[in-house]
């Protein structure tokens, strides 16, 4: 994993210190100039291009500063796991404590978190850094000053505020594509269908044939089920005896583009009694269908249709991308000779 520096933020912010509202000159202190790289590399004590939330503007500051906040909105949904931030000049207009708020598009908050500066009530403070409990489908951050001392408040002196904020975004470390083979396009639909019939992203056909919970698609390849944008996992059960076909009967979409879709992901089951024509869930550049499926002997199961999945961007892991099919599909030696029975005529319908 690696941390990316988030660009193209716009803010909003509980106040900003106008000068001119208390008889000064100078242009107003306001939330967007965090944003500005000249403040990493500015004279430390030119303060006309910090932010300063006006606390005899805001009620619930003064004495306290309990209550300031800006909040940074983010050109996409992130994983957020690292915020670094350089407060004010001067002691006067510096906090102790920081809650750093992580929320969804919707604005419910994923997480919440408590910042402690160590570089406080001093002149011309450093920028700190504080890693965050990674929080993936994050597209606002709201920074809430929790706690400051007497001296930063207490009188109209003190402004609390910040020059420079920054966030970081983890992006899991791609490996290299595979190569597709020669003739067969990479950016190709896969599915998984029937009893089940398997179609990977280079186009090869195979059964599956062993019964259990079998990993379809996990974007990027090799990385651990909590740091992945996508997984896709099925459930196939055997329904009849020891050589009785298999099926699909659960599915769970998860990762971080899932979580930033529905929260928890997405959970598919055949005891779902699902009405309507299913529809195309778009992650990321993938997009995925389920669709139930019956027998002509009635017994439920679920397929699963993809599209895009070799233009992810990462390596696709999984049955559906470059992960080796040989053993889930070979069937049990026992079976071999039943199985090549029961096949012979079989049919079923999806509706």
């Known amino acids: 994993m690696k941390s990316v520096e988030i660009t193209g933020m716009t803010c909003t912010a509980i106040s900003e210190y106008d000068p001119s509202s208390h008889g000064i000159s100078g242009d107003p202190l306001i939330c967007s100039n965090v944003f500005l790289d000249s403040n990493d590399a500015r004279a430390p004590d030119d303060e006309s291009f910090v932010w300063a939330a006006d606390n005899e503007g805001a009620p619930t500051k003064l004495g306290t500063c309990v209550g300031i906040w800006i909040e940074l909105t983010l050109p996409a949904e992130q994983t957020i796991d690292v915020v670094a931030i350089r407060q004010r000049y001067h002691p006067e207009d510096q906090g102790n404590e920081m809650s750093v708020s992580l929320k969804s598009s919707s604005g419910a908050v994923l997480s919440m978190q408590t910042i402690t500066f160590t570089s406080v009530n001093l002149i011309n403070p450093h920028e700190e850094a504080f890693a965050l409990t990674p929080t993936a489908g994050v597209k606002s951050i709201r920074f809430t000053f929790t706690k400051a001392d007497t001296a930063s ?65 996990n974007i990027p390849r090799g990385m651990s089920a909590e740091h992945v944008w996508l997984r896709v996992q099925a459930d196939a059960r055997r329904l009849g005896g020891q050589c009785a076909d298999m099926y699909f009967q659960e599915l769970n979409v998860t990762g971080s ?95």
């Open 153 to 217: 408040c207490g009188s109209a002196g003190g402004y609390l505020g910040a020059k420079r904020i920054k966030v970081y975004s983890a992006v899991p470390t791609p490996t290299p594509a595979p190569t597709p083979e020669p003739g067969v396009s990479a950016g190709g639909g896969a599915s998984a269908i029937g009893d089940p019939h398997l179609r990977n992203v280079y186009g090869e056909r195979f059964d599956l044939m062993k019964e259990g919970k079998h990993v379809l698609i």
């Open 257 to 351: 583009w899932a979580e930033a879709k529905q929260a928890g992901g997405y959970h598919y089951s055949v005891s779902q009694n699902l009405g309507g024509t299913p529809e195309w869930i778009t992650f990321g550049k993938v997009e995925l269908k389920v669709v139930h499926g019956r027998t002509n002997l009635g017994l439920r199961y679920l397929n699963v249709y993809v599209k895009n999945l070799g233009r992810s961007g990462f390596a696709v892991g999984g049955l559906l991308g470059a992960d080796d099919h040989a053993d889930v599909s070979l069937p049990p030696e026992s079976c071999l000779q039943t199985m090549a029975l029961l096949s012979a005529g079989r049919s079923s319908e999806v509706f």
